[in-house]
């Protein structure tokens, strides 16, 4: 082993040691209560894939808080409250590998969420047709998640909200829970993002009109087409009409009696008056040389 491969081994050894405490101390801080959130983070990923695997950790953190201090919080039962949202993220971090999670929107998720539950609740309510109480507190926590986002994360399109509150729920949710939660969102969505709903809905609106003309344009076209072939074909048609062609013409049958023919004896008889003609015309010449010769004498 060379001098340079064991520096480098030495080298890793060391930043993992280095990353360890600074997890631990990290976990022991937020286990004091000092929430130490940075969503400038720059050792973890920041990519898209990186956002909707933090949103699937803060699922789990919110609904392990639904079911114990919110609920203990709202049964009047205070003394039981003992798993605050910067505990189970800490549990979270130390049990679990989050270095392809965005780890500073997993903790803003999981500080702010909680501190604003009831302004998100009564937000929710507004557009539910039951008591948010009888809501599954798997659809809760999505619900919460998504009313955070549309009101605070304004950078995130109201699209892209929805559709990873329907990506969470294939993921955790109910078969049918995507209904309300897909609608509760919509609803909300007009009232927290009208001007980019009001401009989504006019983009689609131009799409459609010109999806329409290019239809409405292709279809006359075709119909320009197919008179246009249509006027071709009946002119050919015509022209094949009032041309005679070979099919037209009278067909001679072998045993139409009214057609004359040459036959074999018709043809030598024809030779044989041939050959007469042409001895008659030599003998006048003989008989015609024999008569001048007699008038010289």
């Not at 699922?59 to 919080?73: A, H, I, N, P, S």
């Not at 401009?199 to 006359?220: F, H, I, Y």
């Not at 197919?226 to 050919?236: D, G, L, S, V, Y």
């Given at each position: ?10 080298a ?7 990353d360890?405490?600074a997890?631990?101390?990290?976990i022991?801080?937020s286990s004091?209560?000092?929430q ?9 990923k920041t990519?898209?894939t990186a956002?909707?695997k933090a ?5 789990q953190?919110?609904?392990e808080?639904?079911?114990?201090d ?8 205070l003394?039981?409250?003992d798993n ?7 549990r ?6 989050m ?5 500073g ?7 702010d969420?909680?501190e ?5 609740d ?7 047709d ?11 926590a999505?619900?919460l998640?998504g009313?955070?986002?549309l ?8 699209k892209?909200?929805?559709d ?7 993921h ?9 939660i ?5 609803r909300?969505a ?14 689609n609106?131009?799409?459609?009109q010109?999806?329409a003309?290019q239809?409405?344009?292709k ?19 015509s022209?094949?009409?009032?041309k ?5 013409k009278?067909?001679i049958?072998a045993n139409?009696?009214s ?20 001895k ?6 003989t008989?015609t ?9």
């Amino acid at each position: 082993m060379t001098d340079q491969l064991k520096h480098a081994i030495s080298a890793a050894k060391t930043a993992q040691a280095n990353d360890k405490q600074a997890e631990a101390t990290r976990i022991a801080s937020s286990s004091a209560g000092e929430q130490t959130f940075d969503m400038s983070e720059s050792s973890y990923k920041t990519s898209h894939t990186a956002i909707r695997k933090a949103r699937r950790f803060a699922m789990q953190g919110l609904y392990e808080w639904l079911v114990t201090d919110r609920r203990f919080d709202k049964d009047g039962k205070l003394g039981w409250k003992d798993n605050a949202p910067h505990d189970i993220a800490a549990r979270t971090r130390a049990t679990n590998a989050m270095h392809t999670v965005h780890i500073g929107y997993y903790h803003e998720m999981m500080r702010d969420i909680p501190e604003q539950i009831e302004a998100l609740d009564s937000l929710i309510s507004q557009h539910l047709d039951r008591d948010i109480d009888k809501l599954d507190t798997v659809e809760h926590a999505i619900l919460l998640i998504g009313a955070y986002e549309l009101q605070n994360r304004l950078e995130i399109p109201y699209k892209v909200v929805l559709d990873e509150a329907m990506k969470l729920n294939n993921h955790f949710g109910a078969t049918d829970a995507h209904k309300l939660i897909n609608a509760v969102l919509d609803r909300m969505a007009v009232e927290l993002r009208a001007v980019e709903v009001e401009a989504d809905s006019k983009a689609n609106l131009r799409t459609s009109q010109k999806a329409a003309t290019q239809s409405t344009t292709k279809q006359a076209e075709a119909q320009s087409t197919a008179n246009a072939e249509k006027a071709i074909e009946t002119a050919t048609e015509s022209a094949t009409e009032d041309k005679p062609t070979a099919s037209n013409k009278p067909r001679i049958s072998a045993n139409n009696a009214s057609v004359k023919r040459n036959s074999a004896s018709k043809a030598m008889a024809n030779i044989s008056e041939f050959k007469a003609s042409k001895k008659a015309v030599t003998t006048d010449s003989t008989d015609t040389n024999s008569s001048d010769a007699e008038s010289k004498d």
